[in-house]
């Protein structure tokens, strides 16, 4: 992600991501232009969001757990500011 065009709530998410689980390697890409007209648009931005990440932290977690890891990082920008998040959560060496 282009840290000059990292809006404040994706700043945020990966500040909290890499604080909460020291991924080896975090992409987030925000899709709301994607979304527009549709439900949870914000028209201010940073609404609708992907992510894939991989850490350790993840290693003998199946995919609900991670995912349960990664709303826990995020809190409140879950509830209070992102509508939706597209997710792919995997370990080290995994494909």
Excluded: C
């Excluded at 991670?66 to 826990?72: F, L, T």
Aim: aromatic share 4%; proline share 4%; charged share 25%.
């Amino acid at each position: 992600m282009n840290a000059q065009t990292t809006g404040p709530v994706a700043t945020e998410m990966l500040r909290r991501l890499n604080s909460a689980l020291s991924p080896t390697r975090i992409e987030l890409v925000d899709d709301s232009e994607q979304h527009r007209g549709h439900g949870g648009y914000n028209p201010a931005g940073e609404s609708h969001f992907s992510l894939r990440i991989e850490s350790g932290a993840f290693t003998n977690k199946n995919r609900v757990a991670r995912q349960r890891m990664i709303y826990a990082a995020l809190g409140d920008l879950m509830r209070e500011r992102v509508h939706a998040l597209s997710i792919r959560a995997d370990s080290p060496g995994e494909v």
